[in-house]
């Protein structure tokens, strides 16, 4: 990672794609914090905050939302072509966001039945990570992300360091808040264990699975996961249900989900 001189104002820039504007509203949800960030910080660009916006370049750019149109591919080489390091927020801009199951479906097909006119419409038959489209210097997961990760990661930028955000799985968290493992007593398919944290465990607190909003922790093994509850008793059409969500188009998720389509005990689970 580059360093940021320190001498002055860091220029921030907010963009967004594709996407429903929660991370960026957990920017704003800072409150307090947001106005000591503001000391060490110019916010140039950020349209959910105003309207009033300045010309780039960017010391650092928050991006949120997937790519899905070819508008949006030029738009995101002409913002990293300003910023000096880039930072991607949430599901939808880190792996294409619930919007990428599309990348399973017949894209033509469902212009046809949304919309009366649909060559008026100018979209990508897939929704894909920024990171698919130009360099990305971190990438900050969550649907929404954490607001107290965000802002360790803007402010590690603006000190030249990397962000300390834990890799570790959603199971942690669940042992800190003292939640009994929902998938051990209540046999439900989730996966707490190959997520990573930083949710706080809230769906296993209230006996909900975890369905991976945070994305694939590290060393995380989904095929090992998704075999133990499909011999529980999970049927393919679950697991995949599961592991196609907001991270849907996440590699190991992607992968996982795929496989378990391609086995042959799976065709007559989706008739």
């Not at 921030?12 to 929660?22: E, I, Q, T, W």
């Not at 300045?54 to 750019?61: H, K, V, Y």
Request: hydrophobic share 35%.
């Amino acid at each position: 990672m580059s360093h940021l001189p320190s001498t002055e104002k860091k220029r921030l820039g907010v963009f967004k794609f594709a996407s429903c504007d929660g991370c960026q509203l957990s920017l704003l949800s800072c409150e307090d914090e947001l106005l000591a960030l503001a000391v060490k910080v110019e916010i140039a660009h950020f349209l959910e905050a105003s309207s009033a916006t300045l010309p780039g370049p960017f010391d650092l750019a928050l991006v949120e939302g997937s790519i899905s149109t070819g508008e949006d591919i030029q738009r995101i080489r002409e913002i990293r072509r300003q910023s000096r390091s880039l930072v991607t927020i949430g599901a939808c801009a880190t792996s294409g966001g619930i919007q990428s199951l599309r990348n399973w479906a017949d894209h033509d097909e469902y212009l046809r039945y949304v919309y009366p006119h649909p060559d008026y419409i100018d979209s990508l038959a897939t929704s894909t990570a920024i990171s698919d489209h130009v360099t990305v210097e971190f990438e900050l997961r969550g649907c929404p992300v954490d607001k107290y990760q965000l802002l360790e990661v803007v402010m590690a930028f603006i000190h030249g360091r990397r962000p300390h955000i834990p890799s570790h799985s959603v199971c942690l968290e669940c042992k800190r808040r003292g939640t009994i493992c929902i998938a051990v007593t209540e046999g439900k398919p989730c996966l707490g264990p190959i997520t990573q944290a930083g949710c706080g465990a809230i769906c296993p607190a209230y006996h909900r699975a975890c369905y991976g909003c945070f994305g694939p922790c590290a060393q995380a093994n989904p095929a090992s996961l998704s075999e133990h509850y499909l011999a529980d008793g999970t049927t393919p059409l679950q697991m995949i249900h599961q592991l196609r969500n907001v991270n849907a188009a996440s590699r190991l998720f992607q992968i996982e989900s795929n496989r378990i389509e391609a086995k042959p005990s799976s065709a007559s689970a989706h008739e």
